[in-house]
């Protein structure tokens, strides 16, 4: 059962690191490869990487407000092709709409990941008393950040921005069959309850204006330095060979 449980957690830890780490961050290290041999504008970068925000802030908000529990599993494998798919493509067009496009449904997708494996995980994790590893779970996203921004200087040598793309992609598909089979959500899982314990307490809600205003403060903060960092790190000699690390 142990043994068990650290696949499925491992198996959370794929689907953000497919999603988050490679399908909606791998852009910032990419994106001055991009720029190099396309001599693409920050402001068209600006436009693709608000693309990906605003299918992100949709994805989730939908997945937040539909009662999507009967079908998360199912859904979150969805998203997940989604999200390699869109990553790979990204490595097949030098078209600037369709990246538009294509960033768009892989901040939607990544959304949906996030939300649906957040909750799955969370749900078991809750079942068997160990909550305090959500931590290790939502790791996932850094520990993705971080492997794809070691991979990509090695993809772009042997295949330039267009394999990086579709190499990263590979590597998310791969990673996605873990996925498939140990973040299973059965029934065994759900156990009943009795009614003592279906009463829920639910928290006031005058908080939540503060909450999403405070995360919305914290992204201006951060999205547009996160975006651009390693093209601003390409920039200065200190940097230049190893830009993407910075990422």
Known sequence: MKKQTYLFLIGGIFSLIIAMGIGRFAYTPILPLMQKDLSLSNTTAGY???????????GAILAGAI??????NNLLRVSLIISIL???????????LLWNVLRFL?????A??????????????ADIRKTSWSGLFYGGVGLGIFLSSLMIPSLNHLFRWEGTWIGLAVVSGI??????IWLDETPNVVKKKNKQDMIVKVPPTKWLIWLIIAYGLEGLGYIVTGTFI??????TSSFQKGATLVG
């Open 230 to 235: 390693v093209s601003i790190a390409e920039k």
């Open 106 to 110: 892989s901040g939607f997708a990544s």
């Open 86 to 96: 869109t990553t790979a493509l990204m490595g097949l067009t030098y078209s600037h």
């Open 48 to 58: 693709i990487a608000s693309s990906n925000y605003a299918g992100y802030l949709l």
């Open 112 to 125: 949906f990941v996030l939300v649906l494996a957040s909750g799955i995980v969370l749900d078991k994790l």
């Open 175 to 180: 990673l996605a069959i873990f996925v498939w």
């Open 67 to 72: 009662p999507f529990k009967k079908y998360r």
